[in-house]
């Protein structure tokens, strides 16, 4: 088998490795790597290493691995020699880069050659669960192993400080350093969610904060009909956002709210001016919340808000068991 793959090759890391990895995996006669000659790569990168630095940093890292068998070539297209030569079999590409196999499939059939056969590798991920990338590095963000130096930026998409507390809480509980900042954004669902729009809502409010940020989070509450209760359970959402375009959800544990205020919110009030007619007090949601009230301060809005943005981060925590996301 003829393998081939490209890439700019410019800060090497575990990405790296596990790409160049999957090729001599496939047990090739030759593996034929097209390196993004400099002025192809200065198109996409303010900065990047000389070719000829590159090139030999990578001859290099092929050796300590005892990969052999290798042709480097120049490439000043994103298809490289993958489009032209006949003599190979397969390509490997990252996960981000999966489109592109399947265009330069197409311009091999429309110059009468066969389809390459395509291994897409799935991205690494560091620390913060964002692919590690040489420019990542290069701005001192992570290492090449992917663990993170400077503090996540996560922008909570809400000026409520109950929100962001919790977000910082989780956050660091997951051994994360961030800067936790609340970000004002348009409510875009009515002024009482029901049912789907909570959920709708906190995707929304995710992207709407996310900007410069590594993670967008949103939080909403809403009113949700349960059928074997036959009533409507007070659920908090919550959509975590990154800048790869990954979002995950949950939500946190749901209660049933008195039948007056039920009724008041079915008469046009939001649960939260029911709550104050019926507790006296004013910005409840900001202090310890309806369900501080509820249960006699057993339970406070911040813990209930902190059990959503947990929920909403477990396929973060626990990647091995979650499908790594193709790209961007």
């Known amino acids: 088998m003829r393998v081939v793959l490209g890439g700019t090759f410019d800060v090497l890391h575990d990405g790296h490795e596990a790409l160049l990895g999957a090729a001599f995996a496939l047990r090739p006669r030759r593996v034929v790597i097209g390196l993004t000659t400099d002025r192809f790569a200065r198109k996409t990168r303010p900065k990047v290493h000389r070719y000829a630095t590159r090139e030999g940093n990578l001859r290099q890292f092929l050796a300590r691995h005892g990969w052999r068998n290798v042709r480097i070539e120049p490439i000043e297209d994103a298809y490289g020699p993958?489009?032209?030569?006949?003599?190979?079999?397969?390509?490997?590409?990252?996960?981000?880069?999966?489109?592109?196999?399947?265009?330069?499939?197409?311009?091999?059939?429309?110059?009468?050659?066969?389809?390459?056969?395509?291994?897409?590798?799935?991205?690494?991920?560091?620390?913060?669960?964002?692919p590690i990338a040489s420019r990542r590095i290069r701005d001192g963000v992570i290492d090449r192993h992917g663990v993170r130096r400077t503090p996540v930026l996560v922008r909570v998409g809400s000026d409520n400080p109950v929100k962001g507390r919790a977000v910082r809480r989780v956050f660091g509980q997951l051994g994360l350093r961030a800067q936790v900042r609340l970000a004002k954004v348009a409510r875009d669902v009515p002024d009482q969610p029901f049912g789907r729009e909570a959920a709708q809502g906190a995707v929304r409010r995710a992207n709407a904060a996310l900007g410069r940020g590594d993670f967008g989070v949103g939080i909403e509450a809403g009113l949700v009909w349960d059928p074997i209760a036959e009533d409507y359970f007070d659920v908090q959402y919550c959509a975590v956002v990154d800048r790869s375009g990954r979002t995950t959800y949950g939500h946190g544990p749901g209660f049933v709210y008195p039948p007056d205020v039920i009724r008041r919110v079915k008469a046009g009030a939001t649960v939260g001016q029911a709550m104050a007619e019926l507790t006296g007090v004013r910005d409840i949601g900001r202090k310890h919340g309806a369900i501080g009230h509820l249960t006699d301060r057993q339970l406070n809005r911040d813990r209930l808000t902190e059990a959503a943005v947990l929920m909403a981060m477990v396929p973060r925590i626990r990647r091995d068991l979650y499908p790594t996301p193709l790209g961007p």
């Open 82 to 130: 993958a489009d032209d030569l006949e003599d190979l079999d397969a390509l490997v590409v990252s996960a981000e880069r999966a489109p592109v196999a399947a265009s330069l499939n197409e311009a091999r059939k429309a110059k009468g050659l066969r389809p390459l056969e395509v291994h897409v590798v799935p991205m690494v991920l560091a620390q913060d669960g964002l």
